[in-house]
């Protein structure tokens, strides 16, 4: 898994760069669920911290899930998007997908990789970086520096 700073800081770009495109709710609600997007597939990874913050339900997820499994699959946002969308608001799933989107990318660009459509196929999407390598150390100084930039 890319490290936990380098998701939160994609989930903070992914939503400085959309929010103008989304209304219809509290920002700072959308700007939250934008995060937990950013780090909810980590939840099958029982050494993550979205994992450790979720307490028993964290450990039964990472004890039958697989890392990068079904939660890093479109299948399992199609279901979380749709769920909050009719349990709670639009506007907020979106949130969450943009966030899990960030996820993926930083994920898909790692050596792992991501199966992006599990459990109907083992396609893997994935590039050259090693997590916790320079290049993500590279990245994270660029995405600060991004960050800093869109405030000034």
């Known amino acids: 898994m890319v490290l ?6 994609l989930g903070i770009i992914v939503f400085l760069f959309t929010k103008d495109f989304f209304s219809g709710g509290n920002q700072i609600i959308f700007f939250l669920m934008v995060l937990l997007g950013s780090i909810l597939p980590d939840i099958d990874e029982s050494k993550s911290k979205i994992n450790q913050w979720s307490g028993i339900i964290g450990k039964i997820i990472a004890f039958f899930a697989q890392h990068r499994g079904f939660y890093h699959s479109l299948l399992f946002f ?3 998007f749709m769920s909050v969308s009719y349990l709670w608001s639009n506007y907020y799933a979106w949130g969450l997908l943009l966030g899990y989107l960030a996820h993926m990318f930083g994920d898909g660009i790692t050596l792992m990789g991501v199966q992006i459509f599990y459990p109907f196929s083992k396609f893997k999407i994935k590039g050259p970086v090693k997590v916790g390598g320079m290049v993500e150390s590279v990245i994270l100084i660029f995405l600060v520096i991004l960050i800093v930039k869109k405030f000034l």
Do not use: C
Request: charged share 0%.
């Open 4 to 9: 936990f700073h380098t998701h939160i800081l």
């Open 78 to 80: 199609v279901i979380t």
